[in-house]
């Protein structure tokens, strides 16, 4: 079993930057896909990133390519998500996940184990 904790949420006004950590406890890390998605109010969850465990990075094109950058490092691990030039839009509750499938890595269906959360706030 894997345990997932996630930090580094918070309020920052559209533009700023935010580091989502997201640290792992448990079996072997190092062999997992480590995914990011995000829940707004009323809307589903929603795929942002993920990095293979040979560091292999993906992201959701449409929203975050170019903004976003996923990183690992397995001696501690941890996953982190690099949010720059946020924006109202992006404002959501971001977790991270292990994922076992072998389908599309964009979808919530391939990932087992869940973190409970960081809230991440952009004001305009």
Do not use: H
């Amino acid at each position: 079993q894997v345990q997932l904790v996630e930090s580094g949420g918070g309020l920052v006004q559209a533009g700023g930057s935010l580091k989502l950590s997201c640290a792992a406890s448990g079996r072997s890390f190092s062999s997992y896909d480590i995914g990011w998605f995000r829940q707004a109010p009323g809307k589903d969850r929603e795929f942002v990133a993920v990095i293979t465990r040979r560091g292999t990075a993906a992201y959701n094109t449409n929203s975050v390519k170019g903004r976003f950058t996923i990183s690992r490092n397995n001696a501690e691990n941890t996953v982190y998500l690099q949010m720059n030039s946020l924006k109202p839009d992006d404002t959501a509750v971001y977790y991270c996940a292990t994922r076992v499938g072998s389908g599309s890595y964009d979808r919530a269906q391939e990932y087992n184990y869940w973190g409970q959360g960081t809230q991440v706030t952009v004001s305009s």
